[in-house]
């Protein structure tokens, strides 16, 4: 009773505090010409404007239509810009790309003081610089990327010795879950000269639910980031369901790091991948630290470059097998330039123009991060004739942009060709089409996602024909989507293949 009567006290003097700081933040703000609007109600600001809904790249869609595409809420007690176009995008990324590029994180980044070690999370600065120059030079530069070719190669073929085997039992696959142990084990074979999974293994599973589990709690609604002063009480539950999921990543990385400092102390032959450059650089990390440091790294990029990657190759699958005609002119293209009996290689994709108009197509509307992650501003600055107070939560909506009618023509519909009469890329330069993002913080894994995504894709519609399910070609393929920091299918969408005769398949 005692713990009872003390929780409500903690909770009264919490809600005061929260209405007292919101009159003083109110004060202050009126003096900046903030983005226009909803009408705000003390204590609670916007919240309500965002209802139930589960899908707040929808509705914040659809308030743009409203208020426009830079428009303020007040969500709780952070003060939220939304940008939903592709010129206010391009002043976000050019203009005042230094300003606002902090980062507004979760609570559920905190967690182990992920936050404190993590490249997406940082806010930049010296160890922020330190930790994406090493990412940068030892994973995801072009000189290093073209070291792995072979590797990356080995991985596609056991995706496809995998389906080749599910198609001999007349087993459907389902695309996504396949794509991602694809993608898991080569991040682990790059980082721990080791695999962490097999195809279609219980462990692969837990690494999928640990990863989308480690997204949605981090993408999701939080009492706790409307009001920080509600932090400690952790009224849903995020935390402690977020706790859970980073230690069964964090059990994987402590059995690879003791099992390599255990070599190096025995004399044995270092393997030189990310593990030993990381062990021999120190991070510059207490040695307290270190350990936290290494896995705050490598969660990064596990949770990011398995789920991005899988999902689009998952999203362009599900796309084709509903437009039949565009997977045979995707299929007849690699078919001309590949030829039959052979293998795609990576050499192959810059000769496949269709293929990449498939892959733009899908990143335009399935967006792997449909807010990319949000910003912070560093400093108040001005914006399309606004003013951006400083600590300002800064969302940019990429799925937004993407659907847009005045860039896009017939925006809902699947259609590669507008990338054929268009010269537009996804590397940062062209705002109606930044999936990665843009400027200093644009993703680091962007080339490896670029091979991998197109490398996946090419050889399953080159090896096998494709067809839904009986149930599915009745009913069509459930496209909605499970909102977290990456958008996936609420469903995974599954396929029958069919070999192709005549194709090589070990």
Known sequence: MEVHTLSLLLLSVSLLSIFLLSLKHKTKRSLYPLPPGPRS???????????????????????????????????????????????????????HDLALAGRHEPDAVRV?????????????????????RICTTELFASQRLDSYVSLRKQKVQELLNFINKSAKEGSP????????????????RTIFSTDLAGLNSDSSQEFKKTVEGIMVE????????????????????????????????????????????????????????LLDVL???????????????????????????????????????????????????????????????????????????????????TLRLHPPVPFLLPRRAQETVELGGYLIPKNAKLLVNVWAIGRDETIWPDPLKFWPERFLERDIDFKGRDFELIPFGAG????????????????????????????????????????????????????????VAIPIPGQHIR
């Open 41 to 95: 109600l003390p204590l609670i600001g916007n919240l309500l404007q965002l209802g139930p809904t589960t899908q707040p790249h929808i509705t914040f869609t659809s308030l743009s239509k409203t208020y426009g595409p830079i428009f303020s809420l007040q969500l709780g007690q952070v003060t939220t810009i939304v940008i939903s176009s592709q010129k206010y995008a391009k002043q976000v990324f050019t203009n």
């Open 112 to 132: 182990q003081s992920h936050h404190e070690w993590s490249i997406a999370w940082l806010p930049p600065g010296p160890r922020w610089r330190s930790l994406r």
């Open 440 to 495: 200093r913080r644009i993703c680091p894994g962007l080339p490896l996602a670029y091979r991998m995504v197109h490398l996946m894709l090419g050889s399953l519609l080159h090896q096998f024909e494709w067809k839904l399910p009986e149930e599915e070609a009745k009913c069509g393929v459930d496209m909605s989507e499970k909102f977290g920091v990456t958008l996936a299918m609420a469903r995974h969408v599954k396929a």
């Open 218 to 273: 981090a993408g999701g609604p939080n009492v706790s980031d409307f009001y920080p002063v509600l932090t400690p009480l952790d009224l849903q539950g995020v935390r402690r369901r977020m706790d859970r999921f980073v230690l069964v990543l964090h059990r994987a990385f402590d059995e690879q790091i003791d099992r390599r400092i255990k070599n190096r102390e025995e004399g044995s032959t270092a393997p030189n991948d």
């Open 279 to 361: 062990l021999d650089s120190n991070l510059g990390a207490e040695e307290s630290e270190f350990r936290q440091s290494l896995k705050s790294v490598f969660g990064d990029l596990f949770a990011a470059g398995t789920d991005t990657s899988s999902n689009t190759v998952e999203w362009a699958m599900a796309e084709l097998l509903q437009n039949p005609i565009k997977m045979a002119k995707a299929c007849n293209e690699l078919l001309s330039v590949i030829g039959p009996g052979r293998e795609m290689e990576e050499s192959n994709i810059s000769q496949l123009p269709y293929l990449q108009a498939v892959v733009k197509e």
């Open 173 to 188: 696959v389902e695309i996504g879950p396949a794509a991602f142990t694809t993608t898991l084990n080569l991040l682990s």
